[in-house]
T-cell receptor
Framework: GNSVTQMEGPVTLSEEAFLTINCTYTATGYPSLFWYVQYPGEGLQLLLKATKADDKGSNKGFEATYRKETTSFHLEKGSVQVSDSAVYFCALSHTGANSKLTFGKGITLSVRP | EAGVVQSPRYKIIEKKQPVAFWCNPISGHNTLYWYRQNLGQGPELLIRYENEEAVDDSQLPKDRFSAERLKGVDSTLKIQPAELGDSAVYLC?????????????FGPGTRLTVT
């Protein structure tokens, strides 16, 4: 079956530090890959997505590249801000009849001033 | 445009009591999902609707959980009777079912505590 594995957390960084959050997946076929973010007290929000191999998703300074050869979708940001403090979830989905999202466990990011 | 609306936001009940959660999806979204998120975990799908039809309820514990989506718009998820292990956040999401049919928009969730 499908599964998503995220690196263990939590992660604490200083403002303007470089961020990498690892995500690998196991799936049949060619899933779409996502990063969702959950800010304190808010619902899950789609941060970025990639729908095929070598696609790069980007949003708000965050980037992730769909690497089929390594089955990975690592999230990166060059310079984090305090406002990036949140829980980040990697997820995958297939279109059509199997369109449920399979999530990783999530990782908490805390950015200190 | 309004997002996915859920109520209540918080609910505390004693075990063996019934509880119900309500979801209003984004207008025009045909697909509706209910997920359960346990503490420290990612959400897991309970049931997916296409319009008023439940097309994937394989993960719904049918002995105590039930759901309905009358008229293919609002949905209600019910637990009867609740158990201690049901304490979690219950998330509703909706999607358009179009070319971006994999995109889902989440509500704020209902945090259930069973004592």
């Amino acid at each position: 079956g499908n599964s998503v594995t995220q690196m263990e957390g939590p992660v604490t960084l200083s403002e303007e530090a470089f961020l990498t959050i690892n995500c690998t997946y196991t799936a049949t076929g060619y899933p779409s890959l996502f990063w969702y973010v959950q800010y304190p007290g808010e619902g899950l929000q789609l941060l970025l997505k990639a729908t095929k191999a070598d696609d790069k998703g980007s949003n708000k300074g965050f980037e992730a590249t769909y690497r089929k050869e390594t089955t990975s979708f690592h999230l990166e940001k060059g310079s984090v801000q305090v406002s990036d403090s949140a829980v980040y979830f990697c997820a995958l989905s297939h279109t059509g009849a199997n369109s449920k999202l399979t999530f990783g466990k999530g990782i908490t990011l805390s950015v200190r001033p | 445009e309004a997002g996915v609306v859920q109520s209540p936001r918080y609910k505390i009940i004693e075990k063996k009591q019934p509880v119900a959660f309500w979801c209003n999806p984004i207008s025009g979204h045909n697909t509706l999902y209910w997920y359960r998120q346990n503490l420290g975990q990612g959400p897991e799908l309970l049931i997916r609707y296409e319009n008023e039809e439940a097309v994937d309820d394989s993960q719904l514990p049918k002995d105590r959980f039930s759901a309905e989506r009358l008229k293919g718009v609002d949905s209600t998820l019910k637990i009867q009777p609740a158990e201690l292990g049901d304490s979690a956040v219950y998330l509703c999401a909706s999607g358009s079912g179009g070319t971006d049919s994999y995109e889902q928009y989440f509500g704020p969730g209902t945090r259930l505590t069973v004592t």
